[in-house]
């Protein structure tokens, strides 16, 4: 089976390189991803934006001779959605790694532009809680393998239309939240809400980590995903 890894924001195909051989042992093949216009100048990458990155998941998708398991790591689940919603037929599971399904129209978030790009920020523009459990050796180690990601993508709106995702099972590997704090923390978050509680068949597992355990604790994420994949 075909387990297509799809970054957050700022990361590459690099960023899954402790995983993938816990999961080439557990006998799927993973397929990490760097998506169009990752390190690229404004310039270069000013027409890219969050459907670009969701075409490229699509033809990831439509490569595989039999359907894929689709991984999304935080503003990477936003794509993987898309893709779902574009191939609910080829996709066995969605596995949204500490993020949720989005809505139709949905944006990841916003950050600061420079020069038509959005820089990787820095470890410490994030909440402490998330970035808690990267130590000061991994945060030196994987700040350099981050890129500028294209200026539009994190805040072009997601486009869904076919209701037929709802059908594709889904587990998201939360960071903190097991399913029941999920749920309550959920139903407070309106469209989110409605998105996640349409989904026929979804689990919540806790993964006890920050927000990129793929960094701090891969061996974890890794027998996750295998979990997420053999269910």
């Known amino acids: 089976m075909d387990i297509i890894l799809i970054p957050g924001l700022w990361l590459d195909a690099s960023s899954w390189d402790d995983i993938t051989p ?27 934006g969050i459907d670009t990155w969701v075409d490229a998941v699509v033809a990831e998708i439509d490569a595989s001779e039999e359907p894929v398991v689709l991984v999304g790591h935080s503003g990477g689940g936003n794509v993987a959605w898309g893709a779902a919603d574009r191939r609910p037929d080829r996709v066995s ?22 020069g038509g790009v959005v820089p990787f920020p820095g470890w410490d523009f994030f909440d402490d809680e998330d970035v ?10 994987t700040a350099p393998l981050t890129h ?37 923390e959920i139903s ?26 793929q960094f701090s604790a891969p061996e ?6 295998v979990a997420a994949i053999r269910r």
């Open 132 to 141: 808690a459990d990267l130590d000061e050796a991994t945060r030196l180690r």
């Open 188 to 213: 407070q978050w309106g469209p989110f809400a409605a998105e996640f509680e349409a989904i026929a068949d979804a689990e919540v597992v806790r993964l006890g980590t920050g927000h990129w355990p």
């Open 22 to 48: 816990a999961l080439r042992d557990a006998g799927v093949n993973p397929r990490p991803l760097t998506m169009p216009g990752t390190g690229a100048s404004g310039s270069d990458s000013a027409a890219v």
């Open 93 to 114: 599971r969605v596995v949204f790694v500490d993020t949720v399904p989005p809505p139709d129209g949905a944006q990841i978030s916003e950050f600061p532009l420079s």
């Open 148 to 184: 500028s990601v294209p200026g539009k993508v994190p805040t072009d709106p997601i486009a869904l239309g076919d209701d037929s995702r709802h059908r594709v099972p889904v587990t998201l590997l939360n960071g903190r939240m097991d399913e029941a704090t999920f749920r309550a």
């Open 220 to 225: 974890r994420l890794a027998q996750a995903l």
